[in-house]
């Protein structure tokens, strides 16, 4: 397979127009910032391309505005936090991109940045138009995608680009990420184990699928899990259930057992009768029809803390319990505290992914150490598809 070029910190940026795809898609409540994480990654690689006297011009989006300027999804806030962040001019350009936009930014100088508006204010980008690619390619004289979390996407910052511009690499934290994953699937450390959660096991039915081929262990938590207990023949009560499930757990078990891989479910759980209450807890063949599962109970948690004693890498993707009401976020907590520990003990490789799980991480006061911790959501399941990402395969 065709190796990704990478930046290397050896090539000479002096005085060129590097354009820089970032992933800047941060949580806003009343045009304020709530979570900075994705901005602060990104400073590292931007104050070496200053240091190296680069000009950047960084392109990046904020939601879905669908090709309409929203003024709730503008990057202003980012805008002024980068300003704060930066020991350098930054420049914030809201115009149109067409042939006289290059002109429009000849005043820039090496070591400065502009950031452009919202790139998805622009039909075209969501189109992967190839004429607007080409107004984008025009700006620069160097690309770097630094945004895994958007490479499962074909659309013009992303893809096209490439066609039009000399040359493209993608950056440092997108190599973390493809390094991190490829170490579950690829160069992997056994035992590996994977912890799997969430509500819908329609939507990580690949991921699971492709995930038993190479890995030794799946322990299934959340609400997925009670789609596996109703398949073992329990009662989960009024707890949420996929319909039509079934097939999808019953080719689960059937592959499980065909490349030897190791399938754990809950064998005790916390229950209430309404999201709100306190937590109960369960053996998994003593659940009322009135009972809600919420969380995992201490036998489950207790097994699932010797799995990971035994493993060498932990993929984790979705919480063990609904988190939103503390009583249930124990779990979540409990798998994350083990994980952490063991990987400062650098005993442990661990990869940690998806929106939920860093949301459940973040309402904890606990400072938690992890080898990978990924924001990249549906490009990070898709990769762990086996999936070709087309933001990847035009930069091979």
């Known amino acids: 397979m065709s190796k990704i070029k990478y930046f290397s910190d050896n090539l000479d940026v002096q005085n060129k127009t590097i354009i820089l795809r970032l992933d800047l898609n941060v949580p806003l409540n009343e045009k304020k910032i709530q979570d900075q994480t994705r901005i602060l990654v990104n400073l590292p690689f931007l104050k070496n391309l200053i240091k190296k006297k680069a000009k950047i011009l960084i392109i990046s989006h904020l939601g879905r505005p669908e090709g309409v300027k929203n003024t709730e999804l503008s990057l202003t806030p980012i805008y002024k936090f980068l300003k704060e962040q930066l020991e350098t001019n930054v420049f914030f350009f809201m115009g149109d991109i067409n042939e006289e936009t290059k002109s429009k930014f000849s005043y820039l100088k090496e070591g400065e940045i502009i950031l452009l508006e919202n790139i998805r204010f622009f039909k075209k980008e969501s189109e992967n138009d190839d004429s607007f690619a080409k107004k984008l390619a025009s700006l620069g004289d160097i690309y770097i995608n630094d945004a895994f979390s958007c490479c499962h996407r074909e659309q013009a910052s992303i893809h096209k680009i490439t066609k039009h511009i000399g040359k493209s690499y993608a950056g440092p934290l997108l190599k973390k990420e493809v390094n991190a994953i490829s170490s579950v699937i690829q160069n992997k450390k056994e035992p ?16 699971i699928t492709n995930l038993i081929k190479n890995v030794n262990n799946i322990i299934i938590v959340g609400a997925m899990a009670n789609n596996f207990l109703k398949f073992k023949g329990f009662k989960v009560g009024k707890s949420l259930i996929e319909k039509n499930s079934e097939k999808i757990v019953s080719t689960i078990y059937a592959d499980a057992k065909k490349y030897n891989c190791n399938i754990f479910i809950p064998e005790d759980c916390n229950v209430s009768t309404n999201f709100e209450g306190r937590a109960i807890t369960k053996k998994q063949d003593s659940i009322e029809e009135n009972e809600i599962i919420l969380d995992l109970g201490p036998k489950t948690l207790k097994n699932i803390e010797n799995i990971i004693d035994q493993s060498s890498t932990i993929l984790w993707n979705g919480p063990a319990g609904y988190f939103e009401n503390k009583n249930f976020s124990v779990g979540t907590l409990s798998i994350a505290k083990k994980i952490s520990e063991n990987t400062s003990k650098k005993s442990l490789i661990s990869i ?13 006061d606990n400072k938690f150490a992890f080898t990978h911790l990924s ?8 990769f762990l598809e086996g999936k070709d990402l087309p933001g990847l395969n035009v930069l091979k």
């Open 352 to 364: 940690l992914g998806g929106g939920d799980t860093i949301s459940a991480l973040n309402k904890s």
């Open 192 to 207: 590996v184990t994977c912890i799997i959660g969430g509500s819908k096991i329609s939507s990580k039915i690949n991921v």
């Open 375 to 382: 924001t990249a959501g549906g490009a990070f399941l898709e």
